[in-house]
């Protein structure tokens, strides 16, 4: 094949303030309930997809080391469905990915969020396809449903959707970074993998805990908040909303059965120092995904002062100030 038939792309993690938890419906991979993110400058996956005619099958290589393809194939092979649909080569052939984070995986830092909004744009560029990023947010969605909101730099909105096709089930930028910047200092509070993958997870919440029907009931008026709140550039009120909505995702958690504690005790002694920092007068609020990570959301000019804060939390290995990043780009 010619340079055609490979190509580079970077996304951006991303963290929710309004989170996503629970599907609609697993195939498609729908979100039961809607999200709204920012998308982080600091955290990033970086993907080459190369199509190739000597490949007997996908393979994917994480950091160097050759892992687990079935995720990707899935994503694969939609894009070559839309190439067979244009009657482009690439339809016929398997690929070569690769694809690094800049921070640890699978550690509840959203790496399946960077690495399928990258390999979206990257498998599509590569089979030669100039996808729309609504298109871009529906294939990312696919590989992991925070993925789809990847696509996206600044302020995004992932849409629940009501369609039996997903079709309406993308997300779009609802504020672009430069018009309200805002600082995420990242509290790494452990390296390892996390125990209990997010989609497992999900499923378990979704069959056994009994705060999942109030989940899905006070998700809209969540988001309805939390678009004002962005509208208004109301710090505070993104702030307590983002908080809540993180405390009411781990009452679910913790109510599942098995239970899902992703948290450890740093992340606990992290979550009183966020309140410390409120109560001497520094406007920062936490969140947390599904992973013992501590996320704390403040304005640029508190991010040094929270970061210093973060650092000294017994357990805290690293904290890392990241303003808001950009959308989804190619590389190559
Ligand atoms: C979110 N999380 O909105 C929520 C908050 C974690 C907690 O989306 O099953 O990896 O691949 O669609 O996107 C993590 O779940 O799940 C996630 P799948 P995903 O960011």
Redesign the pocket.
Known sequence: MDGGATAVARAHS???LV???G?RDATL?T?AVG?I?VTLDALYTDTRVTFAPDLAVDEFWLAGCRSDATRITHVLDLVRGYAASMGLPTAGLNAVVSSTNNFPTGA?L?S??SGFAALALAASGAAGLALPARELSILA?H?????ARSIFGGFAEMHAGTAADGSDAYAEELLDRADWPLAVVVAITEHGEKSIN??IG?NESKASSPFYQAWLDSADGDLAEMRGAIHDRDFTRLGELSEYNCLK?HALMLTTRPALIYWNAATVAAMHAVQGLRAAGVSAYFTI??GPQVKVLCRPGDAAAVQHAMALVPGVHEARISALGPAAFRLE
């Not at 590989?143 to 993925?147: C, D, E, K, Q, V």
């Open positions: 991303n963290i929710a989170k996503y938890w599907k991979n979100p999200s993110s509840g959203a399946s969020a969605r590989g992991s449903g925070s993925a997010s989609t999900m995702l995904d599904a």
